[in-house]
T-cell receptor
Framework: GENVEQHPSTLSVQEGDSAVIKCTYS??????FPWYKQELGKRPQLIID?????GEKKDQRIAVTLNKTAKHFSLHITETQPEDSAVYFC???????????FGTGTRLQVTL | EAGVTQFPSHSVIEKGQTVTLRCDPI?????LYWYRRVMGKEIKFLLH????????ESGMPNNRFLAERTGGTYSTLKVQPAELEDSGVYFC????????????FGSGTQLSVL
């Protein structure tokens, strides 16, 4: 089955700096890659997603890139703000399956 | 529009006891999923309902876990008898369709088995 690895497990950046979180997946048939943000005590919320026919997608300060050949995808957050502090999860979905396989999460801390 | 709701938010039980978690998906969402996160690890798939039918239960750890979705509305996940390793956060999620549909999560139930 699919396996998703996520790095780093923790990331601390200063306000205004950029943050990058990287994920790799094992199944070349995976075709959908969402990113979820979970703030303390709250539900995981979808912040951006990308499909395998697209190499990059951007939404304001966040962007996701996908390299199908290398089987990795990354989340980029620019001009970080304290409210970006949260746990971020990457995930992959394979072919026509409906379930998501998640990474282990990255705890992002944005310091003032 | 109400989101996915889960009850209870926290549950503390002793080993050997029974616990039942409940999930109410977003109205109109036929697809309902259960996931679990054990501390520090990935959010792991447990099972998937389409309406009242179990579509995929490949992630259920063992027969101490029983999920139901009578009438295709809310779902329950029962753990009986609970073991220490069952501790974690149990998430429910729903989507309108299955493939190519965004998944919406509930806030989770934090289960602690002592």
């Amino acid at each position: 089955g699919e396996n998703v690895e996520q790095h780093p497990s923790t990331l601390s950046v200063q306000e205004g700096d950029s943050a990058v979180i990287k994920c790799t997946y094992s199944d070349s048939a995976s075709n959908y890659f969402p990113w979820y943000k979970q703030e303390l005590g709250k539900r995981p919320q979808l912040i951006i997603d990308i499909r395998s026919n697209v190499g990059e997608k951007k939404d304001q300060r966040i962007a996701v890139t996908l390299n199908k050949t290398a089987k990795h995808f990354s989340l980029h957050i620019t001009e970080t703000q304290p409210e970006d502090s949260a746990v971020y999860f990457c995930a992959a979905r394979t072919g026509t399956a409906s379930k998501l396989t998640f990474g282990t999460g990255t705890r992002l801390q944005v310091t003032l | 529009e109400a989101g996915v709701t889960q009850f209870p938010s926290h549950s503390v039980i002793e080993k050997g006891q029974t616990v039942t978690l409940r999930c109410d998906p977003i109205s109109g969402h036929d697809n309902l999923y259960w996931y679990r996160r054990v501390m520090g690890k990935e959010i792991k798939f447990l099972l998937h309902f389409v309406k009242e039918s179990k579509q995929d239960e490949s992630g259920m750890p063992n027969n101490r876990f029983l999920a139901e979705r009578t009438g295709g509305t809310y779902s329950t996940l029962k753990v009986q008898p609970a073991e220490l390793e069952d501790s974690g956060v149990y998430f429910c999620a729903s989507s309108k369709g299955a493939v190519d549909e965004k998944l919406f999560f509930g806030s989770g139930t934090q289960l602690s088995v002592l």
